[in-house]
């Protein structure tokens, strides 16, 4: 049973997620500091503005001609007029004395408690200043203590400004910036989820074709749209499933081609022990004889297999600084106990000394030459050469060769040269030539009866 789909940890949720967390976390920065930078200038400005009250309070009750003190207060009401959203009054020995005439919307004066508050500020000394709540709303005031010599009463003229009027017009305006942004934020999210759901689709194309590949079925690929990241990430990915789905096919070559080839010695050791006669120990001897050499054949075939293995692997190649000439001739000493009865011969010899692997040399146009004693005839000739900066060694006999079908496949693993080159091997041993050529750089091939190994040509300093 799948197991249950879980959107909000998806690669797309998260990145929906992180974009929309970014974009809210700069618009409450940006909104805010704004608003708080707006509101600190709409607080100064009203404390300018009752700062200049109180100055201007101060030299009005100086120069007032008034002869009484509610002839003063009455003056300073009079020419400190309130703008919008602001308001004066006077106080006499504690009392309201003087307010503004017409239509004035700010009576903090009725206000029992705010007006006990000023008067016990004012007595405390001095002009003060503060906010208070009246009537719910916030007011800033200054407070102005006014006295006329002569006169023992007490006078304070009070300025005062209401917050939530100065405030009101900055608050509406981030009240819609607020839901401006909220919209915003929301189509934001939209345009995020599509935008990301199509940047995604390769990945998640990805995803599925993975989860459908199975080792019964790898040749299906993914479509390859765009030329952004995500689009190199599928073709990387491609390219892994062309060499998984290599390795499968060659898995399966090599399972199917070891079958076929165990097949024949087991289908013999079988049937002649099914015919042996028990009673007749020459046909016990015969068919004990016939087993032990299939299942020689048979430990050969593994052999090589596991030699082929290790070389794919590149395993086990030591290239070392090496006389050409002087392996040559090892070689050829070596070659000429696989069949003493021919002849041996060495018809040209580089005279370099290479890097490369000698052992692993030695092993590759070994088994060149005993598969010229396995399938050609007549005399065996070696060299080697340097041609265009390729070191180059050849096994060649006076056998029919390999048609030029044959060539292009006999090096491959299992492979079978053309009828009239003698008995058939493992199949293996040219594979393993291969190989080694290919460790080595090069390539081997084979023209006619002569077969070569061709690798890159690096002389030691």
């Known amino acids: 049973?799948?197991?249950?789909?879980?959107?909000?940890?998806?690669?797309?949720?998260?990145?929906?997620?992180?974009?929309?967390?970014?974009?809210?976390?700069?618009?409450?920065?940006?909104?805010?500091?704004?608003?708080?930078?707006?509101?600190?200038?709409?607080?100064?400005?009203?404390?300018?503005?009752?700062?200049?009250?109180?100055?201007?309070?101060?030299v009005v009750a100086a120069d007032a001609a008034a002869p009484t003190l509610e002839g003063t207060l009455s003056a300073l009401v009079q020419r400190i007029r309130p703008a919008s959203g602001e308001g004066t009054f006077a106080l006499l020995d504690g009392a309201t004395a003087v307010v503004p005439g017409g239509d004035v919307p700010l009576h903090p004066e009725r206000d029992a408690a705010f007006v006990s508050r000023i008067l016990d500020e004012v007595a405390a000394g001095g002009v003060v200043r503060g906010t208070a709540l009246v009537g719910g709303e916030p007011l800033r005031y200054v407070a102005v203590p006014v006295g006329l010599t002569g006169d023992d009463r007490s006078g304070t003229f009070v300025f005062v400004s209401d917050l939530g009027a100065a405030l009101g017009p900055l608050n509406d305006a981030f009240t819609t910036f607020a839901l401006v942004a909220l919209v915003a934020l929301v189509a934001v999210g939209l345009v995020g989820w599509v935008v990301a759901g199509r940047l995604l689709a390769p990945v998640r194309r990805l995803r599925e074709t993975a989860a459908r590949i199975t080792a019964s079925d790898p040749s299906e690929r993914i479509e390859v749209v765009g030329a952004d990241d995500v689009s190199e990430l599928t073709v990387t990915v491609n390219d892994m499933l062309d060499r998984l789905d290599g390795a499968l096919q060659g898995q399966r070559r090599l399972l199917d081609d070891v079958g076929h080839e165990l097949k024949t010695p087991i289908t013999i050791v079988r049937g002649h022990l099914e015919v042996m006669r028990a009673e007749d120990p020459a046909d016990v001897v015969a068919t004990r004889d016939l087993a032990v050499d299939e299942l020689d054949r048979m430990a050969g075939l593994v052999r090589d297999i596991a030699e082929l293995s290790d070389l794919n692997?590149?395993?086990?190649?030591?290239?070392?600084?090496?006389?050409?000439?002087?392996?040559?001739?090892?070689?050829?000493?070596?070659?000429?106990?696989?069949?003493?009865?021919?002849?041996?011969?060495?018809?040209?010899?580089?005279?370099r000394t290479a890097v490369l692997d000698p052992d692993r040399i030695t092993q590759a146009v070994l088994q060149l030459a005993a598969n010229a004693v396995t399938h050609g005839r007549g005399a065996v000739r070696m060299s080697s050469a340097v041609h265009d900066g390729r070191l180059v060694f050849s096994v060649e006999d006076d056998g029919p060769g390999v048609s030029v079908e044959a060539a292009r496949t006999v090096f491959e693993r299992f492979a079978r040269g053309a009828v009239g080159r003698g008995a058939a091997g493992s199949g293996l041993g040219l594979a393993i030539v291969a190989a080694i050529a290919a460790a080595h750089g090069g390539a081997a091939s084979a023209e006619g009866s002569v077969f070569s190994i061709d690798i890159p040509l690096v002389e030691a300093p």
Do not use: C, F, N
């Open 313 to 351: 692997r590149g395993l086990r190649i030591r290239p070392q600084p090496t006389p050409v000439a002087a392996l040559t001739h090892t070689i050829r000493l070596k070659a000429a106990a696989l069949d003493p009865e021919r002849e041996w011969a060495v018809t040209q010899a580089a005279d």
């Open 1 to 58: 049973m799948p197991s249950p789909r879980r959107p909000l940890r998806s690669v797309r949720s998260r990145i929906l997620a992180s974009m929309l967390a970014v974009t809210a976390v700069g618009m409450v920065l940006a909104g805010g500091t704004a608003y708080a930078i707006q509101r600190e200038r709409t607080l100064a400005q009203i404390d300018g503005r009752l700062a200049d009250a109180a100055a201007d309070a101060s």
